[in-house]
């Protein structure tokens, strides 16, 4: 189909709400810690913003029209590791600690080796 000629910037204005919208949930995270709520929007925007960060890299790099094969396959296995991502992030929230505390017990793990 033709390209439409505002696709970039309603692209362009998808990635920079993206970004605006991450930081008042980490910020949040941070400074209030651990709510359910929170973690969810954490496990679902987290992992949309990392999918159209790697997409525009592989659009970049991977283009289908210079490689039709690599491309394509590379493009599945983002659209894949996403799913999966976020499959992981609603597990952790649903079945364990929540992604706030998943990621303190990280950023503390050598406090509390080191302390063993």
């Known amino acids: 189909?033709?390209?439409?000629?505002?696709?970039?910037?309603?692209?362009?204005?998808?990635?920079?709400?993206?970004?605006?919208?991450?930081?008042?949930?980490?910020?949040t995270a941070m400074v209030y810690g651990a709510h359910p709520i929170n973690d969810m929007l954490m496990g679902i925007v987290l992992p949309i913003h990392a999918y159209m960060g790697f997409g525009q890299a592989l659009a970049d790099y991977f283009h289908p029209r210079r490689w039709p094969v690599v491309g394509r396959v590379l493009k599945y296995a983002l659209v894949a590791i996403t799913g999966l991502s976020m499959f992981g992030a609603w597990r952790i929230n649903t079945t364990d600690v929540g992604l706030t505390n998943y990621f303190a017990r990280l950023w503390n793990a050598n406090k509390q080796a080191e302390k063993n």
């Not at 189909?1 to 920079?16: D, F, I, K, L, V």
Request: positive net charge; glycine residues 4%.
């Open 1 to 27: 189909p033709p390209a439409h000629r505002m696709h970039g910037s309603y692209h362009w204005m998808n990635e920079r709400a993206l970004s605006v919208i991450s930081a008042p949930i980490i910020v």
